[in-house]
T-cell receptor
Framework: DAGVIQSPRHEVTEMGQEVTLRCKPI?????LFWYRQTMMRGLELLIY????????DSGMPEDRFSAKMPNASFSTLKIQPSEPRDSAVYFC?????????????FGQGTRLTVV | GQQVMQIPQYQHVQEGEDFTTYCNSS?????IQWYKQRPGGHPVFLIQ?????EVKKQKRLTFQFGEAKKNSSLHITATQTTDVGTYFC???????????FGQGTTLQVKP
């Protein structure tokens, strides 16, 4: 397996533009997470899906952020409109969830810069 | 809500010195995981502890899970420059299963 695949690796966009980040989890993993990492705030959990259903989105900063998981092999995180303070590295991670959860595998991340 | 806290936030050591990072959860955990993130990289799984009081070793790294399953530690003996990075602990929420990470401890090693 190629691991968790995220695209794009880097994104530079102007304030106000829509940004869509993509993630392909590892086949067979039923849990998917979106994290945001900044120097100031560390690694923050944005949203958690289990079996394609959003279980906890309490970390989503505001209505400008939305995430979907239309099927077990694809998820998107959308920011509309984007703002400079959204600049961060966004990680997607997947694992086999449940009572005996396994390790989480992270993608390489998307480095987002909003100017 | 459930919180996972780590200390210290940063640690600078001379190569050859030991290093320890501590992790505390506000609730009892079914298991705890440790990850390492190299500069510019992504978090990579190191180990999972499940049993109360469990101790596991990986070469110079020693991981402990507290008796109450609410705290954990990672100890590195005789640090090397290759140990540089940020070390995270993570535990699953008992209700939802979401994986909550601590803030991480960033280790710098001076040669």
């Amino acid at each position: 397996d190629a691991g968790v695949i995220q695209s794009p690796r880097h994104e530079v966009t102007e304030m106000g533009q829509e940004v869509t980040l993509r993630c392909k989890p590892i086949s067979g993993h039923n849990s998917l997470f979106w994290y945001r990492q900044t120097m100031m705030r560390g690694l923050e959990l944005l949203i958690y899906f289990n079996n394609n259903v959003p279980i906890d989105d309490s970390g989503m900063p505001e209505d400008r952020f939305s995430a979907k998981m239309p099927n077990a092999s694809f998820s998107t995180l959308k920011i509309q409109p984007s703002e400079p303070r959204d600049s961060a590295v966004y990680f997607c991670a997947s694992m086999v969830g449940g009572k005996m959860n396994t390790e989480a595998f992270f993608g390489q991340g998307t480095r987002l810069t909003v100017v | 809500g459930q919180q996972v806290m780590q200390i210290p936030q940063y640690q600078h050591v001379q190569e050859g010195e030991d290093f320890t990072t501590y992790c505390n959860s506000s609730t009892t955990l079914s298991n705890i995981q440790w990850y390492k993130q190299r500069p510019g990289g992504h978090p990579v799984f190191l180990i999972q502890l499940v049993k109360s009081g469990e101790v596991k070793k990986q070469k110079r790294l020693t991981f402990q899970f507290g008796e109450a399953k609410k705290n954990s530690s990672l100890h590195i003996t005789a640090t090397q420059t290759t140990d540089v990075g940020t070390y995270f602990c993570a535990g699953p929420n008992s209700n939802t299963g979401k994986l909550i990470f601590g803030q991480g401890t960033t280790l710098q090693v001076k040669p």
